[in-house]
């Protein structure tokens, strides 16, 4: 029988308290040796009769750690006399950094504990919660590559971490009010106030009705109580946006409706955003003007510790920076920018080494794939290149892949703007030195004019790596399943083969083989972007007619105006060309009045799922179009019947006409899925397949969602969706990869 062994255990074992874990089983097993971790893996020299009972604990690990593998090498030479943590050294880069972890149930336990030196420490963790990805440097996860390098231990501090029955024991984020961050409280122009219990006076500050920025684990937050939501949405120039709310869990169900595995979800240890039903759909409308509101438990000390002292149920938690832009990370670059928008600051001193939103969640499935998720990794054999897959324009992250395993970073935000690309950049940096990647090929979207697309090149320039462009709903589908499929994907701009705007496809084959063979039907889009903004546009792109004109004059469109509007339809100037899925919706939300002007990427869609909410649609009649290699919906078809059907509910007034026009924004989300289900439905028997793979954003919509599976499973196909990538544009650089590697590998 074995009795010692060198063992490598190679995985997410960095900042997941591996060391201690080994250390205490070592001491309860009677083992002799060392453990330390070598790069991104930990490795254990060990001597003793009961080998085997702790190599079987080992390969289980910590609850935080994910084991790829453990091997067990022969061991030459004689035992120290116990058992030792050795100094880490440099070795491989295959694993990773653990993302952020909430709080755990035991540091809540002592933030409250009278005689406990953590009682009320905002900073207060342990190994098995914490920062981790927003504080790390460097590998080896030590303390001094993280930003606590700048806080030494203080004595109390030294012992625990020394500590083997400790759960701190080697827990690089140690800290207490002695030695640890320190918090302070702002006025509107930066200057410390004088305060001996900052959070106290914070939540005093928030009660009596202040704006805060609060620097939270990963970035600042605006924060605020109800009562200052309209003001809050004045402030920011967002009046129509919906905000997320941070929310004590004794009301959430007076709130919303929260089904078992979304409340398991919110108290794990990601904490997202969920995305709720409300109970009462007018509720909290200066919150959310929708039928959902966005909710978070409290997950750091500093939030635990703020609703303690708040009077308030609920705070408005919004992530400080303008959409689509970098987390705001510093206090100078927050006073900067949020002037004229919050009253106060309530910030920490240790430095935010990797900005973090929080993540997102609806129905179980991914919105931003951010703390508490990313990085996120996925085995995967994509044969032997390293490959770098930069994303999309919009809702943008990377993958990078290396040696059987992607790495997915953190939301990065819409890279149509310099701060953005420099953050992107600055993410592929980082990652790519912790897994110590050299790129063979560097995947990206098939538009050229992406900023991303661009630093492709640059960097390809610049590594030698061979560039390989990916259609953006291929990736969709590439993300979603490597088996043969009829994949639909649907959502509102992806560059396709032929440059114009596609958004709602349908492919068959297996990747890297997807062959269009259906579409919705191609509308034109006057004025390109400026229909994206100005949805009526996107209605008269639709239906040409002197019907559509008429409401357009109705709603105060000049003559002139409509004037421009029809020639430039007429003659083709300034016009993109779509099938997007996305644009429709908008198009239907124009119509029905619902949504006039896109004030935030989705608007019109997501109010008009909220209008649709709870009713009952009706089943219109669909056609299809035969095209050379391509069947495809006519979304004419199904918009001239809703203009019928609103011209006759107008006739009908007050809540006669309310209820009409909620029935017809569900009569069009139904059919519309109904069709894109047909079509995934005919390619299968021509193709002779039977999954349907759905992605793309507007498979968030959850009428439209369910549709298409009742549809789909009815013809007795299964349908697959991915829920450990996001459905929106947040799978796109991991698909990427999965198209570039399995490319190159056909090519030998």
Same mark, same amino acid.
């Given at each position: 029988?074995?009795?010692?062994?060198?063992?490598?255990?190679?995985?997410?074992?960095?900042?997941?308290?591996?060391?201690?874990?080994?250390?205490?089983?070592?001491?309860?097993?009677?083992?002799?040796?060392?453990?330390?971790?070598?790069?991104?893996?930990?490795?254990?020299?060990?001597?003793?009769?009961?080998?085997?009972?702790?190599?079987?604990?080992?390969?289980?690990?910590?609850?935080?750690?994910?084991?790829?593998?453990?091997?067990?090498?022969?061991?030459?030479?004689?035992?120290?006399?116990?058992?030792?943590?050795?100094?880490?050294?440099?070795?491989?880069?295959?694993?990773?950094?653990?993302?952020?972890?909430?709080?755990?149930?035991?540091?809540?336990?002592?933030?409250?504990?009278?005689?406990?030196?953590?009682?009320?420490?905002?900073?207060?963790?342990?190994?098995?919660?914490?920062?981790?990805?927003?504080?790390?440097?460097?590998?080896?996860?030590?303390?001094?590559?993280?930003?606590?390098?700048?806080?030494?231990?203080?004595?109390?501090?030294?012992?625990?971490?020394?500590?083997?029955?400790?759960?701190?024991?080697?827990?690089?984020?140690?800290?207490?009010?002695?030695?640890?961050?320190?918090?302070?409280?702002?006025?509107?122009?930066?200057?410390?106030?004088?305060?001996?219990?900052?959070?106290?006076?914070?939540?005093?500050?928030?009660?009596?009705?202040?704006?805060?920025?609060?620097?939270?684990?990963?970035?600042?937050?605006?924060?605020?109580?109800?009562?200052?939501?309209?003001?809050?949405?004045?402030?920011?120039?967002?009046?129509?946006?919906?905000?997320?709310?941070?929310?004590?869990?004794?009301?959430?169900?007076?709130?919303?409706?929260?089904?078992?595995?979304?409340?398991?979800?919110?108290?794990?240890?990601?904490?997202?955003?969920?995305?709720?039903?409300?109970?009462?759909?007018?509720?909290?409308?200066?919150?959310?003007?929708?039928?959902?509101?966005?909710?978070?438990?409290?997950?750091?000390?500093?939030?635990?510790?703020?609703?303690?002292?708040?009077?308030?149920?609920?705070?408005?938690?919004?992530?400080?920076?303008?959409?689509?832009?970098?987390?705001?990370?510093?206090?100078?670059?927050?006073?900067?920018?949020?002037?004229?928008?919050?009253?106060?600051?309530?910030?920490?001193?240790?430095?935010?080494?990797?900005?973090?939103?929080?993540?997102?969640?609806?129905?179980?499935?991914?919105?931003?794939?951010?703390?508490?998720?990313?990085?996120?990794?996925?085995?995967?054999?994509?044969?032997?290149s390293c490959i770098l897959g930069v994303g999309p324009e919009l809702n943008s992250n990377i993958t990078i892949y290396k040696g059987g395993y992607t790495i997915t970073s953190p939301h990065v935000g819409h890279v149509r703007n310099p701060p953005t690309l420099a953050y992107l950049e600055e993410t592929?940096?980082?990652?790519?030195?912790?897994?110590?990647?050299?790129?063979?090929?560097?995947?990206?979207?098939?538009?050229?004019?992406?900023?991303?697309?661009?630093?492709?090149?640059?960097?390809?320039?610049?590594?030698?790596?061979?560039?390989?462009?990916?259609?953006?709903?291929?990736?969709?589908?590439?993300?979603?399943?490597?088996?043969?499929?009829?994949?639909?994907?649907?959502?509102?701009?992806?560059?396709?083969?032929?440059?114009?705007?596609?958004?709602?496809?349908?492919?068959?084959?297996?990747?890297?083989?997807?062959?269009?063979?259906?579409?919705?039907?191609?509308?034109?889009?006057?004025?390109?972007?400026?229909?994206?903004?100005?949805?009526?546009?996107?209605?008269?792109?639709?239906?040409?007619?002197?019907?559509?004109?008429?409401?357009?004059?109705?709603?105060?469109?000049?003559?002139?105006?409509?004037?421009?509007?029809?020639?430039?339809?007429?003659?083709?100037?300034?016009?993109?060309?779509?099938?997007?899925?996305?644009? *429709?919706?908008? +198009?239907?939300?124009? =119509? #029905?009045?619902?949504?006039?002007?896109?004030?935030? %990427? !989705?608007?019109?869609?997501?109010?008009?799922?909220?209008?649709?909410?709870?009713?009952?649609?009706?089943?219109?009649?669909?056609?299809?179009?035969?095209?050379?290699?391509?069947?495809?919906?006519?979304?004419?078809?199904?918009?001239?019947?809703?203009?019928?059907?609103?011209?006759?509910?107008?006739?009908?007034?007050?809540?006669?006409?309310?209820?009409a026009l909620a029935d017809i924004a569900a009569s069009v989300q139904h059919n519309l899925a109904r069709g894109l289900a047909h079509l995934a439905i005919h390619a299968s028997r021509d193709q002779g397949l039977t999954r349907v793979a759905l992605s793309g954003g507007v498979a968030y919509n959850a009428?439209?969602?369910?549709?298409?599976?009742?549809? *789909?499973?009815? +013809?007795?196909?299964? =349908? #697959?969706?991915?829920?450990?990538?996001?459905?929106? %544009? !947040?799978?796109?650089?991991?698909?990427?990869?999965?198209?570039?590697?399995?490319?190159?590998?056909?090519?030998?």
């Amino acid at each position: 029988m074995r009795d010692r062994g060198r063992i490598l255990v190679r995985g997410i074992v960095q900042g997941v308290g591996f060391r201690p874990f080994v250390y205490a089983r070592a001491h309860a097993l009677g083992i002799r040796g060392t453990v330390k971790n070598t790069g991104s893996q930990v490795e254990i020299d060990a001597w003793g009769d009961r080998f085997g009972d702790f190599l079987e604990e080992v390969s289980r690990g910590p609850p935080l750690a994910r084991i790829d593998s453990v091997e067990v090498l022969p061991l030459q030479g004689s035992p120290p006399a116990g058992f030792l943590i050795l100094i880490s050294s440099a070795g491989t880069l295959s694993g990773m950094i653990p993302p952020d972890v909430a709080t755990c149930t035991e540091c809540m336990e002592d933030l409250f504990d009278e005689n406990s030196r953590y009682r009320n420490y905002f900073a207060t963790s342990c190994v098995n919660c914490g920062p981790r990805y927003s504080i790390i440097g460097s590998l080896p996860y030590d303390r001094e590559r993280t930003s606590m390098a700048s806080f030494p231990m203080c004595p109390e501090c030294g012992r625990e971490y020394t500590d083997p029955a400790c759960r701190r024991h080697h827990a690089q984020t140690i800290a207490c009010p002695v030695c640890g961050p320190r918090l302070t409280l702002m006025d509107s122009d930066g200057r410390a106030m004088e305060t001996d219990d900052p959070v106290r006076e914070a939540a005093s500050l928030l009660d009596a009705g202040s704006i805060l920025a609060i620097r939270g684990i990963g970035g600042f937050h605006i924060a605020c109580t109800e009562p200052m939501a309209r003001e809050l949405k004045v402030r920011l120039g967002r009046t129509e946006q919906p905000f997320a709310i941070m929310v004590r869990e004794e009301i959430l169900d007076r709130m919303v409706h929260v089904r078992p595995e979304e409340r398991d979800l919110l108290r794990s240890e990601i904490h997202p955003i969920a995305v709720l039903v409300k109970q009462d759909l007018t509720a909290h409308s200066e919150i959310s003007n929708l039928h959902t509101i966005g909710c978070m438990l409290p997950y750091a000390p500093l939030h635990h510790i703020l609703f303690s002292q708040l009077k308030a149920p609920l705070l408005i938690m919004t992530s400080a920076n303008m959409p689509g832009y970098p987390m705001i990370t510093e206090i100078d670059t927050a006073v900067a920018k949020l002037r004229g928008q919050v009253d106060y600051y309530l910030t920490h001193d240790r430095r935010i080494l990797n900005r973090c939103d929080d993540s997102v969640v609806r129905d179980g499935f991914i919105i931003r794939l951010s703390r508490g998720i990313a990085p996120k990794r996925t085995r995967i054999d994509l044969g032997p290149s390293c490959i770098l897959g930069v994303g999309p324009e919009l809702n943008s992250n990377i993958t990078i892949y290396k040696g059987g395993y992607t790495i997915t970073s953190p939301h990065v935000g819409h890279v149509r703007n310099p701060p953005t690309l420099a953050y992107l950049e600055e993410t592929a940096e980082r990652i790519r030195s912790w897994l110590g990647a050299r790129y063979d090929l560097i995947a990206h979207d098939l538009h050229p004019s992406f900023l991303s697309t661009g630093y492709a090149r640059s960097l390809a320039e610049e590594t030698g790596a061979e560039l390989i462009p990916v259609q953006h709903h291929r990736a969709h589908v590439a993300a979603t399943t490597l088996e043969p499929c009829i994949g639909i994907t649907i959502d509102g701009v992806g560059y396709g083969d032929d440059g114009r705007v596609w958004g709602g496809e349908v492919f068959a084959g297996q990747v890297p083989h997807l062959s269009r063979v259906g579409h919705l039907e191609e509308v034109p889009m006057p004025g390109g972007d400026l229909a994206t903004r100005f949805p009526e546009r996107m209605l008269y792109g639709i239906l040409p007619e002197e019907r559509t004109l008429g409401i357009l004059r109705e709603r105060g469109w000049t003559d002139v105006q409509t004037g421009v509007l029809a020639r430039q339809v007429e003659r083709g100037v300034n016009v993109a060309w779509t099938s997007s899925t996305g644009r *429709v919706l908008d +198009a239907v939300a124009a =119509l #029905l009045g619902i949504c006039r002007e896109r004030t935030y %990427d !989705g608007e019109p869609a997501m109010r008009l799922e909220a209008a649709a909410y709870g009713r009952t649609p009706s089943e219109w009649p669909l056609e299809f179009i035969q095209k050379p290699g391509a069947e495809v919906l006519s979304t004419r078809t199904l918009v001239q019947r809703a203009l019928g059907e609103y011209l006759t509910a107008r006739s009908a007034g007050g809540a006669g006409e309310r209820k009409a026009l909620a029935d017809i924004a569900a009569s069009v989300q139904h059919n519309l899925a109904r069709g894109l289900a047909h079509l995934a439905i005919h390619a299968s028997r021509d193709q002779g397949l039977t999954r349907v793979a759905l992605s793309g954003g507007v498979a968030y919509n959850a009428a439209i969602r369910e549709t298409i599976r009742r549809e *789909v499973e009815a +013809a007795g196909l299964s =349908l #697959l969706m991915n829920r450990e990538y996001p459905l929106g %544009d !947040g799978c796109i650089s991991y698909g990427q990869c999965v198209w570039a590697g399995l490319v190159k590998r056909e090519q030998g």
